[in-house]
């Protein structure tokens, strides 16, 4: 490292730049039915978690070309920028209506890239340039031939365009938009880690399935599956309120005490059909990558090597162990702070069950 970065990093540290200048700026995560945010601040001993906090939304989100109609979505982001005083934020936006794909390009110089990939456009999603918003990453460039590899994500210029409208009249500006499952691979995938990692963000209504490849997002689905078919499980078998279902559900060790065995039953048919869904993604990018003949390069795996949850269902004990047993592939819940302090430095103020809802706003936020 020159001399020049290390006096760069002492001035950072020591003397970090007003917030006016440096406008910091929360993750802002909006899901199908819940907004969160979260803040990280810059202080001596590096990244530290600020303001945090979140609202569910009445009405849920519609992710269409018109959710900046959404009156109650509007009022609740008001409601939010004014209760926590936030101003500049970096905004998600929703995978399930993204387009992620791979190319290359044979000797393209780094200023031209961008108009090469609009110029394929086509030929890959069923967007014209017209129709679309992109951004890429360079995966990798070949030396030998100058070949660039490039990972490309799509959005829908109306949808994006929407969320923008959205915002307009709430108080928050938004500095920058992305991907959900773009800022969860940089919370929660080490980094610098070469692995191929499946991440489960397992939310209320809905699990996002992403595969991350030398912390680079390659593939995204979205389940109708939720942690709201388990509550609802264990109301049904028990008679229970919602309320008192989350509660059983998030008992420690349910699923390893004899006296829980009816409880536990009452996930199996959820948790089965999550793990199905799991099991099949699973199968479809291995095949996909030995029949590519990718992964040779050691540093570079293709197959997927572990899974990470993440998402307040992801704790619900012995998950990981009996997604891990019948996948035959390590299987833990995710980190969310893997990459801003290790927890035999610090520990934040957010319980930890909470903060595996976090891992979007707390990617955006870096």
């Given at each position: 490292m020159s001399k020049q970065n290390n006096c760069e990093k002492f001035i950072c540290k020591h003397f970090?730049?007003?917030?006016?200048?440096?406008?910091?700026?929360?993750g802002l995560d909006i899901?199908?039915?819940?907004?969160?945010?979260?803040?990280?601040?810059?202080?001596?001993?590096?990244?530290?978690?600020?303001?945090?906090?979140?609202?569910?939304?009445?009405e849920g989100v519609g992710y269409s070309e018109d959710v900046h109609n959404n009156k109650s979505l509007k009022k609740t982001l008001k409601e939010l920028a004014s209760e926590y005083d936030l101003k500049f934020v970096n905004v998600s936006l929703p995978e399930e209506k993204a387009y992620i794909f791979q190319t290359s390009f044979p000797k393209?110089?780094?200023?031209?890239?961008?108009?090469?990939?609009?110029?394929g456009l086509e030929e890959n999603v069923p967007l014209s340039g017209a129709e679309a918003m992109f951004d890429f990453t360079v995966i990798d460039k070949v030396k030998n031939d100058g070949?660039?590899?490039?990972?490309?994500?799509?959005?829908?210029?109306?949808?994006?365009?929407?969320?923008?409208?959205?915002?307009d009249g709430t108080g928050l500006f938004p500095l920058s938009f992305q991907l959900a499952a773009e800022a969860v691979?940089?919370?929660v995938v080490k980094k610098g880690d070469k692995l191929t990692v499946m991440i489960v963000n397992m939310g209320e209504k809905k699990t996002g399935i992403y595969i991350v490849r030398s912390g680079i997002v390659h593939f995204t689905t979205t389940l109708n599956f939720g942690g709201e078919e388990m509550t609802s499980a264990i109301e049904k078998l028990f008679g229970v309120s919602k309320e008192e279902a989350v509660r059983m559900k998030r008992e420690k060790n349910i699923m390893k005490r004899k006296q829980n065995m009816e409880l536990f039953l009452s996930l199996v048919?959820?948790?089965?059909?999550?793990?199905?869904?799991?099991?099949?993604l699973y199968a479809y990018w291995n095949s996909h990558m030995a029949a590519s003949g990718e992964g040779a390069n050691k540093d570079q795996s293709a197959e997927i090597d572990k899974i990470l949850l993440c998402g307040l269902d992801a704790n619900l004990s012995g998950l990981d162990e009996?997604?891990?047993?019948?996948?035959?592939?390590?299987?833990?819940?995710?980190?969310?702070?893997?990459?801003?302090?290790?927890?035999?430095?610090?520990?934040?103020?957010i319980e930890y069950e909470d903060s595996l809802n976090y891992p979007t706003a707390i990617g955006l936020s870096l």
């Open positions: 970090p730049p007003p917030r006016l200048i440096s406008m910091p700026a929360v899901s199908s039915n819940s907004i969160r945010f979260m803040e990280m601040l810059r202080t001596s001993s590096g990244l530290r978690p600020g303001r945090y906090g979140e609202k569910s939304i009445p393209v110089e780094a200023k031209e890239l961008r108009d090469a990939i609009e110029l070949k660039t590899n490039v990972s490309v994500s799509v959005l829908p210029r109306a949808i994006a365009e929407s969320f923008a409208t959205l915002l691979a940089r919370s048919n959820p948790i089965s059909a999550l793990k199905d869904e799991i099991s099949r009996y997604l891990a047993l019948t996948l035959k592939t390590e299987c833990s819940v995710a980190n969310v702070w893997e990459n801003i302090f290790s927890f035999d430095d610090y520990i934040p103020k």
